[in-house]
């Protein structure tokens, strides 16, 4: 039996394949890159932006002809696109077999397979390889009100994982060979306000942690309102846990913000940067900037662009703003011409690149420590601890090491290095 898994979104959806795949192969099925040899084809979709949401129909539509081809054939649709009530996507999609909500893995594996055939090959999929870097959902779901987000609408209410059950994950990913995890939430940092023992990020942190073999820990998305005194502190202890921090401020107005919902302003924001600073000082810093919100003026924006120019970030991810159904911005007149949302984007891209170039810069001929977690075009890859990409060149096997080497050259999104001499494997 062969499986096709195509995917779309975010990192959250991109846990969900990996995990899928890893349980269908643990079922005996193995990977096609081609659709058309697939018996079972899922796509994994997203609906953030209205861009994303016309790929997966466009991609939809595709399968409608390898359906008539191939009866046999079952075709699987999880994530974004399916909402509570799917009965709208039936009745347009009839080839799709299955629709599955966001991170449903479970309810596929019960769609191929019975009870006791998924028993038997639990053993093979705990003796699976992992990859270096793993991604694990610690938190589903979003409590926010953000009103441009359709995300909350699809993916429900905030439901955290019990602190043993992540530990339990992670050890199990160590064992098969991951030598760094991601924890992943909506708002990673509102982990634990829902569980009964009221345990928080910074307690996941710590259990994390303890367990051996595993060199690093990352965290993402954080939402301002929820970076805790007790999230930073244990970013500045604990050894693993990587100085990064990915902490969306979509806006630089507070007009916007307030638009927006987002439930701070940016001087709050620009506090808790300095907070963040002045307790973890290497720290890398990600932000998501949304441009062209409704009601953004020329000087709405410009106050964005300064506050990106002011806080130096090391990455920005920038997206114009995409009028999302059944959101509450839909009331809000979207009045910022497509051509104007991509000025703004591509200003904001450019201030960008340069300081990125700016920061990595400073990097050269400094040491750095890679995890290593792969090979691209005959060179070592892996990132620093504040996820930075870098190449290196070396005959022997540097696969889940960490390697020390020094910065010879600094682009904008990745550098190269010079394996340190001394360095043993
Ligand atoms: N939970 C995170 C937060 O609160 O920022 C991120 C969630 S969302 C999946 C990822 C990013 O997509 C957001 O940070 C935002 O910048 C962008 N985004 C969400 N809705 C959007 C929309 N309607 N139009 C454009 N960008 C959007
Ligand atoms: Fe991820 Fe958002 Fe897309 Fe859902 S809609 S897959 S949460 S990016
Ligand atoms: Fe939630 Fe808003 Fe993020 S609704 S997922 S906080 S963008």
């Given amino acids: 039996m062969k499986y096709h898994i195509w995917t779309i979104g975010c990192q959250m959806n991109k846990a969900d394949s990996w995990r899928a795949a890893q349980e269908l192969e643990a079922l005996g099925f193995v990977p096609t890159k081609e659709p058309e040899d697939a018996d079972l084809v899922l796509l994994n979709t997203c609906v953030v932006r209205q861009s994303a949401e016309n790929k997966v129909y466009g991609r939809l539509s595709s399968l409608k002809s ?29 080839f799709v077999d299955l629709f599955l909500h966001p991170s449903d893995v ?32 610690v938190v589903h779901g979003c409590d926010n009100f953000c009103t441009y987000c359709i995300v909350r609408l699809r993916r429900g209410r905030e439901r955290s994982r019990p602190v043993p059950e992540v530990v339990q994950e992670v050890r199990s990913m160590v064992d098969r060979g991951a030598r760094e995890v991601t924890l992943l939430g909506q708002n990673v940092d509102a982990y634990g306000h829902d569980l009964p023992d009221r345990l928080d990020l910074a307690d996941l942190l710590r259990a994390v942690h303890e367990v051996d073999h595993l060199s690093r820990i990352r965290f993402l998305t954080s939402h301002p309102n929820d970076m805790s005194e007790r999230i930073i502190e244990a970013v500045a202890e604990l050894d693993k846990v990587c100085e990064h921090i990915e902490l969306p401020v979509q806006a630089g107005h507070d007009l916007t913000l307030k638009r927006m919902a987002r439930g701070y302003t940016v001087d709050q924001y620009r506090r808790l940067i300095d907070r963040i600073r002045h307790r973890v000082p290497d720290v890398a810093l990600a932000t998501d900037v949304i441009v062209g919100f409704a009601g953004e003026t020329e000087e709405h924006f410009q106050a964005t ?74 060179r070592w890859r892996g990132r620093t601890h504040t996820n930075k990409l870098v190449f290196f060149e070396d005959d022997r096997d540097w696969r889940g090491n960490l390697a020390h080497v020094e910065i010879t050259w600094a682009g904008p999104w990745s550098m190269q290095g010079k394996l340190k001499v001394s360095d043993p494997l």
């Fill in 66 to 94: 390898l359906k008539t081809k191939n009866p046999g054939a079952t075709i699987a649709v999880m994530g974004c696109l399916v909402e509570e009530d799917s009965t709208c996507l039936e009745q347009r999609f009839p």
């Fill in 106 to 137: 479970q309810g596929l594996m019960e769609f191929v397979t019975d009870e006791r055939r998924q028993a038997t090959h639990r053993a093979a999929y705990k003796s699976s390889r992992a990859p270096v870097s793993c991604y694990v959902p």
């Fill in 305 to 378: 662009y300064d506050l990106l120019a002011e806080l130096q970030f090391d990455v920005v991810h920038v997206a114009a703003y995409s009028p999302r159904p059944g959101t509450a911005a839909m009331r809000l007149e979207d009045d910022v011409p497509a051509q104007e949302k991509d000025q703004r984007r591509r200003l904001i891209e450019e201030l960008q690149r340069r300081i990125a170039t700016a920061i990595n810069h400073e990097l050269l001929k400094s040491t750095a420590e890679i995890l290593v977690d792969g090979e691209r075009k005959g």
